[in-house]
């Protein structure tokens, strides 16, 4: 996953994240909103083939990129604990 950052300030970050679709991007927005910090995570695909553009802005001193990456932490903890509980075959 490529991650190229268009855009960062204080409270402010615009990223487009090649590769992903909406499903990916739709539980990471989710994600990162359940955090109190932020105030705005959305996504935008400008054209049906093209890579998703990321926004977050946060509230206080709250890092745009440090809630992105909690949020990401917490996906993948998600994904550990389901594929834990799966029986083996």
Do not use: W
Not at 3 to 10: F, G, R, T
Not at 58 to 85: H, M, N, Q, W
Request: glycine content about 6%.
């Amino acid at each position: 996953m490529n991650i190229k950052i268009l855009e960062l300030e204080k409270n402010k970050a615009r990223l487009v994240i090649s590769g992903e679709g909406h499903t990916y991007m739709n539980a990471l927005t989710e994600e990162i909103l359940m955090d109190p910090g932020v105030d705005v995570a959305r996504y935008l695909i400008k054209f049906q083939f093209s890579d998703p553009e990321l926004l977050v802005t946060t509230k206080g001193d709250r890092d745009p990129l440090a809630a992105i990456k909690d949020a990401c932490a917490r996906l993948s903890g998600y994904c550990t604990d389901l594929l834990e509980k799966m029986p083996e075959r």
